[in-house]
């Protein structure tokens, strides 16, 4: 099986990277990060490993990289698509508190982002998603995406992106079995994870449990291995608890 996993140079996707290659190692795994030199060292001189520079704010062809084309091609659908990809802050973008800290700049890129680059990856890998083998394409998504669970409100370009994506999903999950069976297309919650992203927020963090890296992996990896057609649609917490959307 063919596992590709944007997001790969982050907390979450490089430990899944590394939990992949360790309970599969002789499957081949198609890395996608903003920076190649951003990814662990370990996965950059992993022979197994395929790396592609991509920003989710853009278009992605595979066709310009025929080393990975030919693994997409060999898998006869068995592909494994893992959307770990995501923004909550950077240097210009922070939580949003209130309604007056919301911008159109920081909304836009965390749609890009959030929602929009896992559509894209989708829409680029769709022609070998339809083989023999299941294919699970999977999104990590958050907890705070749930409209039903929301009760505190703020982190308005965060909420209403991961809210989007699970949208995106939803959508994928409808089409993509008439065209693609067979295969499996979920939303996946990870738990708080210990991470760049989560660094900021010591002081919550400190009433939550909090994950680190390789434990958040192990709990995504056993939820994605059990996946099946009868699952597709779910929005999957890391226990493998279903969510409210």
């Known amino acids: 099986m063919t596992v590709v996993i944007a997001g790969v140079s982050g907390a979450i996707g490089s430990a899944l990277a590394e939990r992949f290659l360790a309970e599969q190692p002789s499957e081949p795994l198609i890395g996608l990060a903003r920076k190649i030199d951003a990814v662990d060292a370990r996965l950059r001189e992993h022979p197994g490993v395929h790396l592609i520079e991509w920003q989710a704010e853009l278009p992605l062809d595979m066709v310009r990289y025929p080393d990975a084309l030919k693994l997409l091609e060999s898998a006869n659908g068995g592909i ?4 770990a990809a995501g923004l909550l802050h950077d240097d210009a973008v922070a939580p949003e508190k209130r309604v ?3 911008s159109q700049a920081s909304m836009i890129q965390a749609f890009q982002v959030n929602c929009l680059g896992f559509g894209s990856l989708v829409q680029a890998l769709a022609p070998w998603l339809r083989g023999k083998r299941l ?4 999104a990590i998504s958050a907890k705070v995406g749930s409209i039903e669970d929301n009760r505190l409100g703020g982190w308005y370009a965060y909420r209403c992106s991961k809210a ?3 949208m995106m999903v939803k959508n994928l999950s409808v ?3 008439r065209r693609y069976s067979p295969i499996t297309c979920v939303a996946l919650h990870p738990g708080t994870t210990r991470s760049n992203l989560s660094a900021p927020f010591s002081q919550s963090l400190a009433k939550l449990t ?3 890296p390789d434990a958040t992996a192990t709990n995504l990896y056993r939820v994605l291995a059990r996946l099946s057609e009868e699952d597709n649609g779910r929005f999957i917490s890391w226990n493998g608890q279903d969510l409210p959307w």
Not at 135 to 138: H, I
């Open 80 to 83: 494994s698509v893992i959307y």
């Open 100 to 102: 007056e800290d919301m």
């Open 135 to 138: 294919a699970r394409v999977a």
């Open 164 to 166: 989007a994506l699970n």
């Open 175 to 177: 089409e993509l079995p």
């Open 210 to 212: 909090v994950h680190e």
